[in-house]
Nanobody, 127 residues
Framework: QVQLVDSGGGLVQAGGSLRLSCAAS????????MGWFRQAPGKEREFVTR????????YYADSVKGRFTISRDNAKNTVYLQMNSLKPEDTAVYYC????????????????????WGQGTQVTVSS
């Protein structure tokens, strides 16, 4: 069993920054990668980014590339999402996720391939 607790959301003006955190506990040794999804009002949940816990390979959705940075601290079993140059379009509930699977290509983007989820943290970007 793995438990994920995500935090750090809040209200910020356009152009500002936020840092989200995702703390994992339990059988974290089984996780291969952790990442973030988001769901905006009226939209489907979408992939944002992920990082492999061994090697630290990162991948980003085009919509956030160059603005968001994912990182991990394996000693703390924690993954971070640094969000800069925030836009109103970034407003969403952000969910941390973890997977034990070694995925390829578009499989990384599919939420059904992730085993564990945080409760979600709200990010609101005002114009």
């Amino acid at each position: 069993q793995v438990q994920l607790v995500d935090s750090g959301g809040g209200l910020v003006q356009a152009g500002g920054s936020l840092r989200l955190s995702c703390a994992a506990s339990g059988h974290t040794f089984s996780n291969y990668a952790m990442g973030w999804f988001r769901q905006a009002p009226g939209k489907e949940r979408e992939f944002v980014t992920r990082i492999t816990l061994i090697g630290g390979s990162t991948y980003y959705a085009d919509s956030v590339k160059g603005r968001f940075t994912i990182s991990r601290d394996n000693a703390k079993n924690t993954v971070y999402l640094q969000m800069n140059s925030l836009k109103p379009e970034d407003t969403a509930v952000y969910y941390c996720a973890a997977t034990s699977r070694r995925l390829y290509g578009s499989a990384w983007y599919q939420d059904r391939n992730y085993d564990y989820w945080g409760q979600g943290t709200q990010v609101t970007v005002s114009s």
